[in-house]
């Protein structure tokens, strides 16, 4: 798996910058540079899709309560970047557009809150992975280029470049969705009343 700097020399290559980091804290404008946007474009990127190795489900803290207009109140998950859908208990089919449970996020003394109707509500959510050993490889990629995108003015002064950067970053990003949603196998669609009578 690619470490953190390795992924920040992807991202330079790809903005012609020819001369690779060793570590964060040289002394040079690229190590600058992707100490700056390192972390914070990792947590963009992650929060871009439900990347499959950064999802998690959690039954939901109740706090009691609940906000005007709401049912109940939860905490928000620890090292919870976005969250995606909150889930009943033992409903594991995803919900269509019009089964989804609606909820809001707001603060309170304690920090971020989860508001919704749910009884005994539990979140699907993308978590913050730091640990660069856990990244995919098509994640690897995407992240890559979208480093490349912030690193090609300040290094090249070559805004075609960063066009291209950002181009290849959708495209990385689309492939990585397609791929990530051939990982998942929902439950099949039960049998209608009408088909189960007539059998």
């Known amino acids: 798996m690619s470490s953190d700097v390795e992924i920040c020399n992807m991202a330079l290559s790809r903005v012609a910058h020819t001369q690779p980091i060793v570590s964060f804290t040289e002394k040079s404008k690229a190590a600058e540079l992707c100490r700056v946007f390192y972390a914070p474009l990792r947590e963009l990127v992650l929060q871009a ?3 499959p190795f950064a999802e998690s489900v959690v039954a939901l803290a109740s706090l009691g309560s609940p906000a005007p207009g709401w049912a109940f109140r939860y905490r928000y ?8 859908g909150i889930v009943q208990p033992g409903f594991r089919r995803s919900l269509t557009s019009d089964m989804e449970i609606p909820y809001g996020v707001g603060y309170d003394a304690g920090g971020r809150v989860i508001h919704t109707d749910q009884p005994e509500a539990a979140c699907r959510f ?3 992975v730091e640990d660069s050993t856990f990244f995919d490889p098509q994640f690897v990629d995407v992240l890559a280029w979208r480093l490349a995108m912030d690193l090609a003015l300040p290094l090249s002064s070559k805004p075609d470049l960063q066009q ?7 495209m990385a990003l689309t ?5 990530a949603f051939e990982e998942s196998q929902d439950d099949p669609e039960p049998e ?3 088909i189960t009578v007539r059998a």
């Open 164 to 170: 291209f950067a950002a181009q290849q970053y959708q």
């Open 126 to 128: 993308t978590f913050k």
């Open 175 to 179: 492939l990585a969705e397609g791929t």
């Open 192 to 194: 209608s009343e009408f």
């Open 49 to 51: 899709f439900p990347w």
């Open 77 to 84: 998950p620890a090292n919870c970047l976005k969250v995606r």
